[in-house]
């Protein structure tokens, strides 16, 4: 995984917990902001299925060059 969706993940992931916990009291919200944990959800999904695929490119291109130096 890059390094950039690395620390976008972390972000994503401390979110969630903001979904939940109000950071300037550190209390339980009443209503807790749904939309954001699912925001969070989403884009952590996003970013594993892009960096698979950008690493599954990555290995079929490798092999391809293997191919044809032999």
Known sequence: MDKYLLVV???LIVTIPIAFISPTTGKMYDQPLIPL???AIA???IIVIYSSYKERKQKQKDKLNRRSKK
Do not use: A, E, K, L
């Open 43 to 45: 884009g952590i999904s």
């Open 37 to 39: 944990f699912y925001t």
């Open 9 to 11: 993940m972390i972000f």
